[in-house]
């Protein structure tokens, strides 16, 4: 009996190897099948069976370690090649992200003027040599404005006309660029990127998004969209960038590059290396591909999402773009500590921030969905260049408009007056006696002025941002909002800090502001009023907290940043459930379903699935379709999928089923 036990179990385990190497051989055969080893464009992969076929390949690599060293050595190979795959994907997205840092910081200045001695250097690099110490306006003897160029002072009306003239052609020109080179080579490369990508990692099947062409394009597009001086930022085409660089090196190793469930690791690695060498975030980087885009993120892709983007931001800081001691991209040093009583007008920034997202939110979709379903949509270029004419001619008058939005953000979260307009804040600078200084700080109305500039920037900001994010050119969203908040943040801090000089002995700031003017950062409201218009747009709680401090290095005001995201998500809930980006998944009709959502028994099919236009959802019921309705249902649609309902009176959802699974069943059948 013992015996007989003996020979079965080997017979049995023979048996497992054979079948295991069969299966695995077959598994190897079928990557060219569409729906097997690959899927047909604009499908949805099938994440369980690609996930079985994965451990079928590792359970044979094993097995076949102990014959060979060849063997052993493969085996070893594929253990570490998730390892090497993010290794290359970080230091190409580095080294990428420089590129366009560098080529977008020149080409920004270029509509300013222009370095003689060497006209690929910027305005600071081209300082760099010069032997002043101090610089008008950012300038020195060496950077010529385009005024300068003509023989025309840096001051005047000659001269204020041929540089506005400059800053339009020279707009125009790169938005004209940006616009052709998307319409002729790669029309995947406009936008943000974000909303595919979420619907790519969801499981579902793009065919060329993040391919070559669409890599490039990006890259040069984004180069000179940003430098046109639209209402964008390049944040969130970095972690589109960075998902083309996933994806083609993932084809270097055929364990991500032929399983697409598997290759979703990648991605989610290099969407969080993205973010990193976007904002020099790398922790933030994980944590936004965790919370806001990934969909399969087991724990080994924690694990390497941090490695990525650790890589990503050591290279970018190894080639350091900005020419700074810094990491980050906004660092602030602020040497007062927050007072409680200030956590009221925080929360106020939650809520406005919560205000200003919902507002943009809706307005940017409504003109989208015009865009998309009118005559509009087929001039695209035309599009882009009155958007681009517009926001030029209006934005050069304001001097907070006319510079680059991310110098402005580094100056509204400065610590004293964004061109010294703040009258509080330089005082310890130009005055000796305390005293001195709050009378004639008093006495300045420069305060005013700059609120009424600032306001006058939200607005136009705000605007230009409603039909920018969309346009067919490489263009983000993260910059714009933190511009909005920011803005929005420092009139407040303005006003909080006016009120502190005014009545520093009510009860509010008894015991904390003794002359008034050494207790409140209007800085600090800027940052955290970013943070809300951030929030509230893209509905970010964890992520955009640590994003925050890392962009700034503020580690000691993470609870204001988490009361005024807080109270930001909150109230983008509560007048719309949805963040950009969900909305321009719901608006591209992209098959997303979000992990977040909750759909109990009652759910009706049509709250899940939405039918094309003049046309009735194609359903299979639970018990009463025969075989022949099944097959007349295949031949009468196209779907890839239908769901399955209780009858087709009550259409309560019940599941959802495959195309191709249904043929399969119905093959096995006949």
């Given at each position: 009996?013992?015996?007989?036990?003996?020979?079965?179990?080997?017979?049995?385990?023979?048996?497992?190897?054979?079948?295991?190497?069969?299966?695995?051989?077959?598994?190897?055969?079928?990557?060219?099948?569409?729906?097997?080893?690959?899927?047909?464009?604009?499908?949805?992969?099938?994440?369980?069976?690609?996930?079985?076929?994965?451990?079928?390949?590792?359970?044979?690599?094993?097995?076949?370690?102990?014959?060979?060293?060849?063997?052993?050595?493969?085996?070893?190979?594929?253990?570490?090649?998730?390892?090497?795959?993010?290794?290359?994907?970080?230091?190409?997205?580095?080294?990428?992200?420089?590129?366009?840092?560098?080529?977008?910081?020149?080409?920004?200045?270029?509509?300013?003027?222009?370095?003689?001695?060497?006209?690929?250097?910027?305005?600071?690099?081209?300082?760099?040599?010069?032997?002043?110490?101090?610089?008008?306006?950012?300038?020195?003897?060496?950077?010529?404005?385009?005024?300068?160029?003509?023989?025309?002072?840096?001051e005047g009306a000659g001269a204020y006309i041929i540089s506005y003239l400059f800053y339009i052609v020279w707009a125009l020109v790169f938005a004209a660029l940006s616009a052709s080179l998307v319409r002729m080579f790669a029309p995947y490369a406009?936008?943000?990127?974000?909303?595919?990508?979420?619907?790519?990692?969801?499981?579902?099947?793009?065919?060329?998004?993040?391919?070559?062409?669409?890599?490039?394009?990006?890259?040069?597009?984004?180069?000179?969209?940003?430098?046109?001086?639209?209402?964008?930022?390049?944040?969130?085409?970095?972690?589109?960038?960075?998902?083309?660089?996933?994806?083609?090196?993932?084809?270097?190793?055929?364990?991500?590059?032929?399983?697409?469930?598997?290759?979703?690791?990648?991605?989610?690695?290099?969407?969080?290396?993205?973010?990193?060498?976007?904002?020099?975030?790398?922790?933030?980087?994980?944590?936004?591909?965790?919370?806001?885009?990934?969909?399969?993120?087991?724990?080994?892709?924690?694990?390497?999402?941090?490695?990525?983007?650790?890589?990503?931001?050591?290279?970018?800081?190894?080639?350091?773009?900005?020419?700074?001691?810094?990491?980050?991209?906004?660092?602030?040093?602020?040497?007062?500590?927050?007072?409680?009583?200030?956590?009221?007008?925080?929360?106020?920034?939650?809520?406005?921030?919560?205000?200003?997202?919902?507002?943009?939110?809706?307005?940017?979709?409504?003109?989208?969905?015009?865009?998309?379903?009118?005559?509009?949509?087929?001039?695209?270029?035309?599009?882009?260049?009155?958007?681009?004419?517009?926001?030029?001619?209006?934005?050069?008058?304001?001097?907070?408009?006319?510079?680059?939005?991310?110098?402005?953000?580094?100056?509204?979260?400065?610590?004293?007056?964004?061109?010294?307009?703040?009258?509080?804040?330089?005082?310890?600078?130009?005055?000796?006696?305390?005293?001195?200084?709050?009378?004639?700080?008093?006495?300045?109305?420069?305060?005013?002025?700059?609120?009424?500039?600032?306001?006058?920037?939200?607005?136009?900001?705000?605007?230009?941002?409603?039909?920018?994010?969309?346009?067919?050119?490489?263009?983000?969203?993260?910059?714009?909002?933190?511009?909005?908040?920011?803005?929005?943040?420092?009139?407040?801090?303005?006003?909080?800090?006016?009120?502190?000089?005014?009545?520093?002995?009510?009860?509010?700031?008894?015991?904390?502001?003794?002359?008034?003017?050494?207790?409140?950062?209007?800085?600090?409201?800027?940052?955290?009023?970013?943070?809300?218009?951030?929030?509230?747009?893209?509905?970010?709680?964890?992520?955009?907290?640590?994003?925050?401090?890392?962009?700034?290095?503020?580690?000691?005001?993470?609870?204001?940043?988490?009361?005024?995201?807080?109270?930001?998500?909150?109230?983008?809930?509560?007048?719309?459930?949805?963040?950009?980006?969900?909305?321009?998944?719901?608006?591209?009709?992209?098959?997303?379903?979000?992990?977040?959502?909750?759909?109990?028994?009652?759910?009706?099919?049509?709250?899940?699935?939405?039918?094309?236009?003049?046309?009735?959802?194609?359903?299979?019921?639970?018990?009463?379709?025969?075989?022949?309705?099944?097959?007349?249902l295949l031949k009468e649609t196209e779907h890839n999928g239908y769901p399955v309902v209780v009858s087709k009176e009550s259409q309560y959802l019940v599941g959802f089923v495959l195309r191709r699974d249904l043929n399969l069943a119905i093959g096995?059948?006949?």
């Amino acid at each position: 009996m013992d015996t007989l036990s003996v020979e079965t179990s080997e017979k049995e385990a023979l048996i497992s190897d054979v079948g295991d190497a069969v299966i695995f051989s077959g598994m190897q055969g079928d990557d060219d099948i569409p729906g097997i080893g690959q899927y047909d464009d604009f499908h949805t992969i099938d994440w369980q069976r690609d996930i079985a076929r994965d451990r079928m390949r590792h359970r044979y690599i094993v097995k076949k370690r102990q014959d060979s060293i060849w063997d052993l050595i493969k085996g070893a190979h594929d253990a570490w090649s998730g390892w090497v795959c993010v290794l290359l994907v970080g230091v190409c997205t580095g080294v990428v992200a420089g590129v366009i840092d560098i080529g977008a910081s020149w080409m920004t200045d270029l509509k300013f003027g222009i370095c003689p001695q060497a006209f690929w250097f910027n305005r600071e690099q081209c300082c760099w040599s010069s032997n002043e110490t101090t610089f008008d306006d950012g300038n020195c003897s060496q950077w010529l404005t385009w005024p300068q160029v003509f023989g025309e002072s840096r001051e005047g009306a000659g001269a204020y006309i041929i540089s506005y003239l400059f800053y339009i052609v020279w707009a125009l020109v790169f938005a004209a660029l940006s616009a052709s080179l998307v319409r002729m080579f790669a029309p995947y490369a406009c936008g943000s990127g974000i909303p595919e990508i979420k619907t790519i990692l969801s499981g579902f099947i793009i065919r060329g998004y993040l391919g070559k062409w669409t890599l490039i394009i990006k890259v040069v597009g984004l180069i000179l969209s940003v430098s046109s001086g639209l209402s964008l930022g390049k944040e969130g085409p970095m972690v589109h960038i960075a998902s083309c660089l996933g994806n083609i090196l993932s084809y270097l190793f055929p364990k991500y590059g032929r399983n697409e469930a598997k290759k979703r690791e990648i991605l989610s690695a290099a969407a969080a290396a993205g973010v990193s060498v976007a904002f020099g975030a790398p922790i933030g980087g994980v944590l936004f591909s965790l919370e806001e885009v990934s969909y399969y993120f087991p724990l080994k892709t924690l694990w390497r999402s941090f490695f990525c983007a650790l890589i990503a931001a050591f290279i970018l800081r190894s080639i350091n773009p900005f020419g700074n001691e810094h990491s980050v991209l906004f660092f602030v040093e602020y040497n007062k500590p927050w007072i409680f009583f200030e956590l009221i007008p925080f929360v106020g920034l939650g809520i406005i921030g919560g205000c200003i997202a919902t507002i943009f939110i809706k307005a940017n979709i409504w003109w989208c969905r015009y865009r998309k379903y009118s005559k509009l949509g087929q001039y695209p270029v035309t599009e882009v260049l009155v958007v681009t004419l517009v926001t030029a001619v209006l934005s050069y008058p304001n001097p907070y408009t006319r510079m680059n939005t991310s110098q402005l953000i580094y100056l509204l979260f400065n610590q004293c007056g964004i061109s010294n307009s703040d009258p509080l804040c330089d005082y310890d600078r130009n005055f000796t006696d305390v005293n001195s200084a709050i009378e004639k700080a008093a006495a300045r109305p420069g305060v005013y002025n700059a609120i009424g500039l600032l306001f006058l920037a939200l607005l136009l900001k705000l605007v230009m941002t409603v039909f920018t994010f969309g346009i067919k050119v490489p263009c983000g969203l993260f910059i714009p909002s933190l511009a909005l908040g920011a803005i929005a943040g420092r009139i407040v801090g303005i006003g909080v800090e006016q009120l502190a000089f005014h009545y520093s002995k009510i009860w509010l700031f008894s015991g904390e502001c003794q002359t008034g003017v050494d207790c409140i950062t209007p800085g600090l409201y800027a940052m955290v009023g970013a943070a809300a218009v951030l929030g509230g747009v893209t509905r970010m709680t964890v992520s955009l907290v640590v994003i925050m401090f890392e962009l700034t290095g503020g580690v000691r005001y993470i609870v204001p940043l988490m009361a005024a995201a807080m109270a930001s998500k909150w109230v983008g809930d509560a007048l719309g459930r949805q963040g950009i980006y969900d909305a321009h998944i719901a608006l591209n009709g992209y098959p997303f379903l979000d992990s977040k959502d909750e759909f109990q028994h009652t759910s009706l099919a049509a709250d899940v699935m939405q039918p094309k236009r003049n046309e009735t959802l194609a359903v299979i019921t639970q018990d009463s379709m025969t075989v022949d309705d099944v097959e007349t249902l295949l031949k009468e649609t196209e779907h890839n999928g239908y769901p399955v309902v209780v009858s087709k009176e009550s259409q309560y959802l019940v599941g959802f089923v495959l195309r191709r699974d249904l043929n399969l069943a119905i093959g096995n059948i006949i």
